[in-house]
């Protein structure tokens, strides 16, 4: 798999845990510890599939996803949140169409290896590309 994977979460240990996880299937992987650290990344070029975290200080994984998107940054990449929140509350309302997926945690590895390895799949087959709301 040559799609490169974004970790957005500022819990050390959950970015620790996906970082061994998909090394371990030699899957480049880029770290954010915020949505700061995400927009920087993806302005310096990061394309691929991001794991947003929704819980955190700053900036969340909603406002987070609010400036990808109205900074031009979402196309090419594909969003899938990573987040201990069992169901998405009212700040995803408009946005949803840019989150391909919801994971909670605590979360099966193996079941998120293979949901990130499908959707890079799709990625590689036709790059998503939203219009700016």
Not at 37 to 55: P, S
Not at 64 to 75: F, H, N, Q
Request: charged residues 30%; proline residues 5%; glycine residues 6%.
């Amino acid at each position: 798999m040559n799609t490169r994977v974004m970790i957005v979460d500022d819990n050390e240990f959950i970015r620790e845990a996906v970082e061994i996880l998909f090394q371990s299937e030699d899957i480049p992987i880029a770290i954010a510890e915020g949505g700061k650290e995400c927009l920087d990344q993806l302005e310096a070029g990061f394309r691929g599939i991001i794991l947003m975290d929704v819980m955190m200080p700053d900036m969340d994984g909603w406002d987070t996803i609010r400036e990808i998107v109205a900074r031009g940054l979402y196309d090419g990449n594909l969003i899938l949140m990573l987040t201990a929140k069992r169901e998405p509350d009212a700040k995803m309302d408009g946005i949803q169409i840019y989150v391909t997926d919801y994971v909670t945690k605590p979360f099966n590895p193996s079941e998120l290896l293979d949901m990130v390895k499908y959707y890079a799949t799709l990625l590689n087959e036709e790059p998503p590309c939203h219009e700016s709301q």
